[in-house]
């Protein structure tokens, strides 16, 4: 099995982040031209300030999708778990996902929430299935899973010798 079929996982979560960020800045960027060509206001406020601001958030969100679709795209490539900043945007996107799918269960409906709950549970799961050194959990050994927290030696074993037999008197 070569390396970009053991971690399809990432590579898919990479793919799902990165559409997802270019498909939220682009809701945005139109619903704030729809706000600007029809000049709508709400409760007094300016709409190009409305229009402006949802711009503005829907390059800022796309732009956090796209980082959080690198770091799991940087785990698919290295087959290594996410460490230091790219685990937190990991971490941070699996968060958002499940209070936006929380909250949109009842304005947008259940699609969105179980879309939600999709991309949350992937993310999840590349966390979840990538030991420290050996990639996906047990891959390089053969093994279940996971050896624990022991250190990895890359030192040859010595060899083991013979047993002695007692020398007759």
């Known amino acids: 099995m070569g390396p970009v079929a053991r971690r399809p996982v990432a590579w898919v979560v990479a793919v799902v982040l990165f559409a997802e960020a270019f498909a939220v800045a682009g809701l945005n960027w139109f619903l ?43 785990v698919a490539v290295r087959g290594r778990r996410p460490a230091g900043l790219g685990r937190a945007l990991l971490i941070s996107a699996a968060v958002v996902h499940g209070l936006l799918g929380a909250f949109a269960w009842g304005p947008v409906g259940w699609k969105a929430f179980l879309f939600m709950v999709a991309v949350l549970g992937l993310i999840v799961l590349l966390l979840m299935t990538y030991d420290r050194k050996e990639g996906p959990a047990g891959a390089a050994q053969g093994g279940d899973g996971p050896q624990g927290d ?11 010798a013979p047993p002695v037999e007692p020398s007759a008197p």
């Open 150 to 160: 022991a250190p990895v030696s890359d030192a040859p074993s010595a060899p083991v």
């Open 32 to 74: 704030g031209e729809l706000v600007h060509r029809q000049q709508m206001s709400l409760a007094g406020l300016d709409s190009n300030m409305m229009s402006t601001s949802s711009k503005a958030g829907g390059v800022v969100f796309g732009l956090y999708f796209a980082l959080c679709g690198l770091a799991a795209l940087l």
